[in-house]
């Protein structure tokens, strides 16, 4: 059975950096992608950015590109999300997720088969 544990929302003023973490169990990844997506109140779930376990080829959604970075640490099965210049905007439950196989359609949520619960990232003006 595989989790994914997400950590390190919180409440932020805005131009400051949060770093989130996915911490997984229960399998070994090795062409898995990793991917974090965001969704906000009254709006579907998005993209945000993905890293291929083998490899670290990284992909980001044009709102975010820039200002967060997806990193993985491959002893610890763990992968972070450093935001950094944070809007208004992001505010959204961030979710931690992956697929056993990389897909050029990582960006869709239907493919991704295994979810975290989520963790919280407000940020205020």
């Known amino acids: 059975q595989v989790q994914l544990v997400e950590s390190g929302g919180g409440l932020v003023q805005a131009g400051g950096s949060l770093r989130l973490s996915c911490a997984a169990s229960g399998r070994t990844f090795s062409s898995d992608v990793l991917a974090w997506f965001r969704q906000a109140p009254g709006k579907e779930r998005e993209f945000v950015t993905a890293?291929?376990?083998?490899?670290?080829?990284?992909y980001y959604a044009a709102s975010v590109k820039g200002r967060f970075t997806i990193s993985k640490a491959n002893a610890k099965n763990t992968v972070y999300l450093q935001m950094n210049s944070l809007k208004p905007e992001d505010t959204a439950v961030y979710y931690c997720?992956?697929?056993?196989?990389?897909?050029?359609?990582?960006?869709?949520?239907?493919?991704?088969?295994?979810w975290g619960q989520g963790t919280q990232v407000t940020v205020s003006s």
């Open positions: 997720a992956a697929t056993p196989y990389y897909s050029s359609s990582y960006y869709y949520t239907q493919i991704y088969h295994y």
């Open positions: 890293i291929r376990w083998s490899g670290g080829s990284t």
